[in-house]
């Protein structure tokens, strides 16, 4: 059973930065992709950004790219997404996923087996 908690979430004014941490245990989480997912009110959950345990090459969604970076800290088992020039539409839920997938441009929820609490994100125009 892997377990993952997400923290740094919070009121940000726009063009701001927050720093989102993911921290997992438990089980084998390191032979998972880690992924960020945001849901806003009325919206269905949409993909952020995602990252294996090994290698390099993270993948990052179109509409944050240039914004977004996502990163891990293979020390603390944490993967953190940074988010830089915040835009009042990034205001979201924002949940860590831990799931399995051959390519990170096609990571879903429906990938998904492992899900953190979720974090809110609030960006003040």
């Known amino acids: 059973q892997v377990q993952l908690v997400e923290s740094g979430g919070g009121l940000v004014q726009a063009g701001g930065s927050l720093r989102l941490s993911c921290a997992a245990s438990g089980g084998t989480f390191r032979n998972y992709v880690m992924a960020w997912f945001r849901q806003a009110p009325g919206k269905e959950r949409e993909f952020v950004a995602a990252?294996?345990?090994?290698?390099?090459?993270?993948w990052v969604a179109d509409s944050v790219k240039g914004r977004f970076t996502i990163s891990r800290d293979d020390a603390k088992n944490t993967v953190i997404l940074q988010m830089n020039s915040l835009k009042a539409e990034d205001t979201a839920v924002y949940y860590c996923?831990?799931?399995?997938?051959?390519?990170?441009?096609?990571?879903?929820?429906?990938?998904?087996?492992?899900w953190g609490q979720g974090t809110q994100v609030t960006v003040s125009s």
């Open positions: 990252i294996r345990w090994i290698g390099i090459s993270p």
């Open positions: 996923a831990a799931g399995t997938v051959v390519r990170l441009a096609t990571m879903s929820p429906a990938n998904c087996d492992y």
